[in-house]
Nanobody, 116 residues
Framework: QVQLVESGGGLVQAGESLRLSCVASESGFSIRAMGWYRQAPGKQRELVASITSPGTTVYADSVKGRFTISRDNAKNTVTLQMNSLKPEDTAVYYC??????????WGQGTQVTVSS
C-alpha cells in the first residue's frame, strides 16, 4: 500500500512563507501526477496546485504568483512553496498522487494556519 507522508505545516503570520513536502513511501511507484489540495472548515476540498511527470503545472487562481509547486520524479516527492501567505490560506493541506493506472492516493493532511 502506497503511503504519502506530508511535512511542513504550521502556524505563521500573514506575509510569511511555508514549505510543504510530500513523499511517496514506496519506491518504484509510478506516478502520473502529484498535487496539493486544501480544505478549510465548512468548505469543500479544493485544488491548490498540481504537476504532471513532464512538469506541466496548474494553480488555483487564488494562489497564482504566490505558490510554487515542484517535484522530484526520481524521489517521488512534491513540494509546495507558499509565499505571501494570507489568513484565507488557512486550511488542512492534503497531498495527492495519481498513479500510472489512474489510482489516486491521499496523504493524511497537514494543518496550515495563517494569523492576521
Amino acid at each position: 500500500q502506497v503511503q504519502l507522508v506530508e511535512s511542513g505545516g504550521g502556524l505563521v503570520q500573514a506575509g510569511e512563507s511555508l514549505r510543504l513536502s510530500c513523499v511517496a513511501s514506496e519506491s518504484g511507484f509510478s506516478i502520473r501526477a502529484m498535487g496539493w489540495y486544501r480544505q478549510a472548515p465548512g468548505k469543500q476540498r479544493e485544488l491548490v496546485a498540481s504537476i504532471t511527470s513532464p512538469g506541466t503545472t496548474v494553480y488555483a487562481d487564488s494562489v497564482k504568483g504566490r505558490f510554487t509547486i515542484s517535484r522530484d520524479n526520481a524521489k517521488n516527492t512534491v513540494t509546495l512553496q507558499m509565499n505571501s501567505l494570507k489568513p484565507e490560506d488557512t486550511a488542512v493541506y492534503y497531498c495527492k498522487a495519481v498513479s500510472a493506472l489512474y489510482v489516486s492516493y491521499w496523504g493524511q493532511g497537514t494543518q496550515v494556519t495563517v494569523s492576521s
